[in-house]
Structure formats: C-alpha cells, structure tokens
C-alpha cells in the first residue's frame, strides 16, 4: 500500500493561511485544468519509495497553479521539499511541507532531481540540512511570488459539490486511500473504514459520477468515486511579489517612516535610561493602511520584521493571540522586556503588540551586544539555531536563510556586524 499521508494531530486556526474562501474565478465551473498539468511523475522509481507523496501531490499542484496563472511551465524538486519539510517513512503531516513551501519557497526539478543514481533513501534524503546554495534558490523564487495555503477540508468529510464549486479558484490537493478499483463502476472507491494514506492533485469532476485526480504513482490520471469522501483538501493562492510603489503608497511609507523614526528614538532613549526596564513604545504601529511588508523597510527593525514575517504573525494565530511577534519562550529574561504570563505551550503573552515587538527588538540587541550566553559571537546562521532550534521541530538553516535575504545578509554574516 502506498504511504506517505499521516493525518495532522489538530488543525489550529493559525492554519487557515488565506482568510476566508473564494477568490477571482480562473476555471469557469471548475473545469479545464488538465491542459496545465505538469508531466507525470512518479515518486517510486530506482526500486525505491521515500514516501513523500505530499511533496509531490503539493509540487503537482503548485506547477498547475503556476502555469495557469503565469505561464510558467517549471517543474519543481520534490527532494528538496521532502528533506526541508523532514519528510522520512512512513510520511508526514501536509501542514508541515505546506508550511516549509510557504517559508522556504521552491527550486527547480533539475537543481535536485529524483534522478536514475538516486537509488537509496539514504542518498534521496540528503544533503541534509539543504546546502545554503539549495535554500537560497528557493528564497529566489520566494523574491518573485508570494505563497499561502488554506484547509478546504481538515477532518471532516466534505461536501463533493463544495469541492467542486472550489475547483472554479484553482486546483486543490489531499488525502485519499490509495487505492481499490471498483470494476463495476470502473472507479477507485474507499472500502468501508478505509483511512487516508496518500496524497494527491485534484483537477476536475464529472458531478455525480467521479473526481479526475493527478497521481504519483503509476497510471497517474485516475477517477474517484464522486462519494469517495475527502476528509482532508488543500487549497493554495499564489500571486507575484508587487515591488512597485504607487504616489499613495510612497506616502503611506513616507509617513509611517516619520512615526517610526519618533518609535525607535523613544527606545533608545528608555534603553539608555534603564537598560533592564521593558520598553513601552509610545508610537502605535503601522495603520492597517500601510502593507505589512513596510516594517523590513525600516533599518533598526528589519531583523525582527523579518522574524516576525517567518512566524507567520497573521490574525488567529499563536503569534497574534499572544501580542507575540517573534514567537519568544517565556523566561525569567522574557518577563523582564515585559511577558505577563506564558500559553499552555510555553511562549510568552505580552499585554500589547507594542511591547511584544518592544521585545523582540530588545532580544536582538542583547544577542547583537553579545549579552546572552547562548548567541555569544553569533552569525545569523548560529542565532537561530539557538532561537529556533531543530529539536523544536524547526528548520534553523532555512530560517535563516529567508532572515537573511529579508535583510540582504549572508547566513555566515555576524550579527554584531549587521543593522538590526
């Protein structure tokens, strides 16, 4: 039986990337996204299987997503995500891979291809940690476009005709048992109490007969039964990077640059004053009319924005619940920039936005003043494998490599020589 899918233990509402559902039609009635398919490709090849059937169902259904919306026609490494997203037999969790896709971006097929030598799951899985070369490809195209994703189904068997209403907004993937073939009806169909196994594109619908499915495995276009039951369906959104600036928008910078030049002068001076005193800053944030991205702009928090950007700061998660935007742990330090108490999972709840980035920022600086023993004489590279360790289930290379081009730095850079 093929493997690869393994259900995630809760779905959080942190999860929920896209706000709500819907979205500019791009296939009237959901209908006609065979012809952007990418060529087939099966994840079982060289007497091999790393059970990374998440990997490729998402790849299958970025490549779709990309050459409807753009006319790129690139296919992507699986490898490359299966190692980053610390994929290994019997599979993993698709909100981990969908995370790291989110984080870390993609790279092209051949810069890490499943290729003929690949014949061990030893050499499919390496290099591991992704070279700074690999990472850097996929910041690249993370430069180029955004990437989010968003649970259409996360437990619960779904309506097929919402399914097929979501197909009208782009391609979707998810969880299926793979695989029984009904020779009656000439479908694959779920067995009574079947669970969920592998995972696949979804592309098209015959409405009350089957769903068209793209596979990594052999026979890859498949038709499902219409009552199949999808208990768990991803759907992404994809959109160019604008790095262009409207008149209104240059004055929204302009503006908010004045604000936050008065914000960091009032740190300063609190820091000067009292050192080991929580700063406050007077100054609110950014108006919601201002883009989220404006914060990198600003020399004496990219660094912080950069992380807080990474966390996925974003209504309805920990992050945001919390007034938390670098995800710090509660500590006896912590509690000094201000924390007031900490969550069920150990991060710190600080009153207000404002003193939770006042935190962070002062995190930094103790770490760039090489006043903390764990960052001493640190690089962007060690600071995180301190700050987000892998034993935490994190990737530290990969974060710091997307820190490091928010802020236009080197991995290797040390962070005392660096403007945070």
């Known amino acids: 039986m093929p493997r690869g899918f393994i259900p995630p ?55 779709t997503m990309m050459n409807r919306l753009f006319g790129v026609k690139d296919t992507y490494s699986e490898r490359f995500l299966a190692i980053g997203s ?27 291809p499943f290729s003929p030598d690949i014949n061990t799951l ?18 690249n195209w993370l430069s180029q476009y955004s990437f989010q994703h ?9 309506d097929p005709l919402v399914l097929a209403n979501e197909l009208q907004y782009g391609v979707l ?26 995972w696949v594109t979804i592309f098209d619908y015959e409405p009350n007969v089957c769903f068209y499915i793209f596979d990594s495995y052999e026979n890859n276009i498949k038709k499902l039964d219409w009552l199949f039951g999808f208990s768990y369906v991803k759907r992404v959104l994809i959109a160019k990077v604008d790095n262009s600036l409207t ?21 300063i001076v609190a820091l000067k004053s009292n050192p080991d005193a929580p700063v406050v800053p007077s100054v609110p944030p950014p108006p919601d009319s201002i883009p989220p991205e404006i914060p990198s702009m600003i020399p004496v928090s990219n660094f912080a924005a950069a ?42 709840i600080f009153p207000t936005y404002q003193v939770g980035l006042a935190a962070l920022c002062k995190f930094i600086v103790l770490a760039k003043s090489d006043k903390l023993k764990e960052y ?10 301190a700050y987000a360790p892998s034993g935490d289930r994190n990737d530290p290379l990969a974060y710091a490599a997307y820190v490091a081009l928010k802020i236009g730095a080197k991995v290797d850079d040390m962070l005392k020589n660096i403007l945070v």
Do not use: M
Not at 86 to 112: C, M, N, W
């Open 122 to 139: 030893e050499k499919y899985y390496s290099p591991d940690p992704l070279t700074p070369d690999l990472l850097a490809q996929g910041q």
């Open 307 to 348: 992380i807080q950007d990474y966390e996925g700061y974003v209504p309805s998660s920990r992050s945001y619940r919390n007034c938390n935007p670098g995800n710090l742990r509660f500590t006896e330090l912590t509690s000094q920039l201000g924390a007031t108490g900490k969550d069920a999972d150990g991060f710190c």
């Open 150 to 158: 968003q649970w259409v189904a996360s437990g619960s068997t779904v």
């Open 86 to 112: 610390h994929t290994r037999p019997p599979g993993v969790d698709p909100q981990t891979v969908y995370e790291f896709e989110r984080k870390s971006g993609f790279i092209p097929d051949a810069s890490l």
């Open 173 to 198: 993937a998810g969880a299926v048992y793979a695989w029984a073939f009904d020779d009656e009806k000439q479908l694959y169909v779920r067995p009574p109490g079947a669970q969920d196994c592998h």
């Open 376 to 385: 001493h004489n640190c690089t962007i590279k060690s600071f995180f494998q």
């Open 247 to 267: 008149p209104a928008k240059k004055n929204a910078i302009l503006a908010w640059l004045a604000a936050a030049a008065q914000w960091c002068y009032q740190v």
């Open 9 to 63: 233990a809760k779905v959080e509402e942190k999860e929920y990337k896209l706000g709500s559902l819907g979205g500019p039609v791009l296939q009237p009635n959901g209908h006609g996204w065979e012809q952007f398919l990418p060529p087939a490709e099966n994840q079982d090849l060289n007497a091999i299987d790393p059970c990374d059937c998440v990997s490729f169902g998402s790849s299958h259904q970025t490549s």
